[in-house]
């Protein structure tokens, strides 16, 4: 706990905001065939990151709901949420910056993120949806940058 409280001082968040949304459901079919089969949706969660002048950086969490090959009448569904942050010590390597854009701002703010795709989803008529996926950044950059 104590190298993420001094990770963080290392950055400050400027602003949290959903960036883009897009629910595509072709037909009242498609509707309720997702909010049948819901569960057997895929949920994929996508990182990038942009720089920006005054070392700010933005980082974008996209949420995709990906319907199963079988499913015959898909919605298709997106959510981006946008963090931007501000790196505070000059001192960072390009590892700790790599680190603090994909490990742990996503692992401090996954929570908020979390809280905004489920209530969007729940808004849009899926009364039942409830993001509970546990994501475990560490594990996944681990994974992505293993020697």
Known sequence: MNEINNDQKKYEIVAKYIKDISFEIPSPDSFVDAAQNLGSYATKLDL???????????????????????????????????????????????????RTILVLIPSEHFEFMKDIVTSLFQKSGFKNFNFNKKIDFEELYNQQFAN
């Open 48 to 98: 990038n990151s942009n720089p920006y002048k005054n070392n700010l950086i933005e980082l974008n969490c996209k949420f995709l709901l990906e319907a199963p090959e079988n499913i015959q009448n898909k919605i298709h569904a997106e959510v981006c949420i946008s963090i931007v942050f501000k790196l505070t010590d000059p001192k960072m390597t390009a590892d700790e910056i790599k």
